[in-house]
């Protein structure tokens, strides 16, 4: 079925229920991005939240768009469920109280019912948000804390791991290069490509990729340190974040000692 039949079938099987206040588009569906490959994204507004009556009446909804193949109530957040038909259409409903619902803009949502009025009570459009520096203080330390696990891989000769850390390095340097360019709506994890830069596009594309073999492991872990890291620390100087300065350093001094490794920059 296509999207828009979907959300217009979803919208008609609730749009008369009393319990359910208001129906809103989040996500691309929402801001107007949407293209082939977009999950669909709601919110419902109802006075007493994710209860199981209105989790029955949004599964049913749901139905009338094709068969359930994957069904998840309120288990990864306990207003959130998510769906997969069998055609593998993707819907998200996160449920929500009208105090909570207040803490969107009109920028990021599209109404498809709105019995109150909620909608029109929003602000245009939120801030930008930016991370606090109590986490990008944590993410900073997270990477030094994967980098400092080498010696661990490397000494055990457990490379496959030691390459399983490779990924979270990666993950950890996509997340800083996310953070530098400060989108205003960054989306889901599936819209990448239009929250980084060229430039940051061609830097992550030329790392080098995880091998399971001692040298390249190593190697790697370099790579990443050696491009993360000062560009951390750029980022934190901006932000007025704290630069774990020990911590790093006495990581730096185990991998000397156990690899023979030093700083790469």
Same mark, same amino acid.
């Given at each position: 079925?296509?999207?828009?039949?979907?959300?217009?079938?979803?919208?008609?099987? $609730?749009?008369?229920?009393?319990?359910?206040?208001?129906?809103?588009?989040?996500?691309?569906?929402? #801001?107007? /991005?949407?293209?082939?490959?977009?999950?669909?994204?709601?919110?419902?507004?109802?006075?007493?939240?994710?209860?199981?009556?209105?989790?029955?009446?949004?599964?049913?909804?749901?139905?009338?768009?094709?068969?359930?193949?994957?069904?998840?109530? /309120?288990?990864?957040?306990?207003?959130?469920?998510?769906?997969?038909?069998?055609?593998?259409?993707?819907?998200?409903?996160?449920?929500?109280?009208?105090?909570q619902f207040a803490a969107h803009s009109q920028a990021s949502l599209r109404p498809l019912f709105d019995h109150d009025g909620l909608y029109d009570q929003l602000p245009k459009e939120r801030p930008l948000r930016q991370a606090t520096p109590e986490r990008l203080l944590r993410e900073f330390e997270?990477?030094? /804390?994967? $980098?400092?696990?080498?010696? %661990?891989?490397?000494?055990?000769?457990?490379?496959? #791991?030691?390459?399983?850390?490779?990924?979270? !390095?990666?993950?950890?340097?996509?997340?800083? *290069?996310?953070?530098? =360019?400060?989108?205003?709506?960054?989306?889901?994890?599936?819209?990448? #490509?239009? %929250?980084? =830069?060229?430039?940051?596009?061609? *830097?992550?594309?030329?790392?080098?990729?995880?091998?399971?073999?001692?040298?390249?492991?190593? &190697?790697?872990?370099?790579?990443?340190?050696?491009?993360?890291?000062?560009?951390?620390?750029?980022?934190?100087?901006?932000?007025?974040?704290?630069?774990? &300065?020990?911590?790093?350093?006495?990581?730096?001094?185990?991998?000397?000692?156990? !690899?023979?490794?030093? /700083?790469?920059?």
């Amino acid at each position: 079925m296509q999207s828009e039949r979907v959300i217009e079938t979803i919208t008609d099987a $609730l749009h008369s229920q009393p319990i359910i206040r208001g129906l809103f588009l989040s996500g691309s569906f929402g #801001n107007g /991005r949407a293209d082939a490959y977009s999950d669909i994204d709601f919110i419902l507004v109802s006075k007493d939240g994710p209860t199981d009556e209105i989790a029955g009446a949004w599964k049913a909804a749901v139905e009338r768009t094709g068969e359930i193949v994957k069904w998840w109530d /309120r288990g990864v957040r306990p207003a959130l469920i998510n769906a997969i038909t069998a055609d593998w259409t993707r819907t998200d409903v996160i449920i929500l109280r009208p105090e909570q619902f207040a803490a969107h803009s009109q920028a990021s949502l599209r109404p498809l019912f709105d019995h109150d009025g909620l909608y029109d009570q929003l602000p245009k459009e939120r801030p930008l948000r930016q991370a606090t520096p109590e986490r990008l203080l944590r993410e900073f330390e997270e990477f030094i /804390r994967i $980098l400092g696990l080498l010696h %661990l891989a490397a000494g055990r000769e457990e490379y496959i #791991n030691g390459v399983v850390g490779i990924f979270h !390095l990666r993950s950890k340097l996509i997340d800083l *290069l996310v953070e530098e =360019t400060g989108a205003p709506d960054r989306g889901g994890a599936l819209h990448l #490509n239009r %929250l980084l =830069t060229e430039e940051q596009k061609e *830097l992550v594309a030329a790392m080098p990729a995880p091998i399971v073999e001692r040298e390249a492991m190593i &190697e790697t872990h370099l790579a990443y340190a050696k491009t993360y890291l000062p560009r951390a620390r750029q980022l934190a100087k901006r932000r007025g974040v704290p630069w774990p &300065e020990r911590f790093e350093a006495v990581t730096w001094d185990k991998l000397k000692q156990s !690899l023979g490794l030093t /700083r790469p920059y």
